[in-house]
């Protein structure tokens, strides 16, 4: 079983819905979790950060960790064709160099 | 600034061939990391470097060895290239001021090992 699983998709939506993107992870010691997006051919661009529990909100985006459930979902509100991309999800210890375990990414297609 | 860049953009080899991959990063970060990234497996750490002078072992690190030039550089180097090292390699970067801080990723170098 991986550390971090996430559904790989791909899924498709229609332009204006919001998407909800979920990574589920077996190391209770994660303390920090990022989401990442990457375009096609492109190197991973840091969306969202948090440490621990709760809620984190920038704009049409909203990050949101469980810890007790080892469950953490990215939200996009009002999608749009340029958000079309693959999501990936990464987590990290305390210390240790921060070596980021990532899931293998959920691949998204926002339709017009 | 121009963030982390990588160069080549582009590499083919031959099995058994050397080459290495080069990163530098201009955002005065602490910690660098190499990445693979290959279908269905994610993003793999291979090496990184948390301060300038050390390096460290991680994930997938046989076949490679890596070189932390100065604060800014960080090589990634691949003595006989095997086609199993084919794969998308990625430099990034961390800023390392306190516990958490998150990387920021180079563009990436696609290599294909014939």
């Known amino acids: 079983q991986k550390e971090v699983e996430q559904d790989p998709g791909p899924l498709s939506v229609p332009e204006g819905a919001i998407v909800s993107l979920n990574c589920t992870y077996s190391?209770?010691?994660?303390?920090?979790f990022m989401w990442y997006r990457q375009y096609s051919r492109k190197g991973p661009e840091l969306l969202m950060y948090?440490?621990?529990?709760g809620n984190k909100e920038d704009g049409r985006f909203t990050a949101q960790v469980d810890k007790s459930s080892k469950y953490i979902s990215l939200f996009i509100r009002d999608s749009q064709p340029s958000d079309s991309a693959t999501y990936l999800c990464?987590?990290?210890?305390?210390?240790?160099?921060?070596?980021?375990?990532f899931g293998t990414g959920t691949q998204l297609k926002v339709e017009l | 600034n121009a963030g982390v860049t990588q160069t080549p953009k582009f590499q083919v080899l031959k099995t058994g061939q050397s080459m290495t991959l080069q990163c530098a990063q201009d955002?005065?970060?602490?910690?660098m990391y190499w990445y693979r990234q290959d279908p269905g497996m994610g993003l793999r750490l291979i090496y990184y470097?948390?301060?300038?002078?050390?390096?460290d072992k991680g994930e997938v690190p046989n076949g490679y060895n890596v070189s932390r030039l100065n604060k800014r550089e960080f090589s990634l180097r691949l003595e006989s290239a095997a086609p199993s090292q084919t794969s998308v390699y990625f430099c990034?970067?961390?800023?390392?001021?306190?516990?958490?801080?998150?990387?920021?990723f180079g563009p990436g170098t696609r290599l294909l090992v014939l």
């Open positions: 990034a970067s961390r800023e390392a001021q306190g516990q958490g801080s998150a990387q920021y």
């Open positions: 190391n209770s010691a994660f303390q920090y």
């Open positions: 948090t440490y621990s529990s």
């Open positions: 990464a987590m990290s210890l305390t210390g240790g160099g921060n070596k980021l375990t």
């Open positions: 955002m005065n970060h602490n910690s």
């Open positions: 470097s948390a301060s300038e002078g050390t390096t």
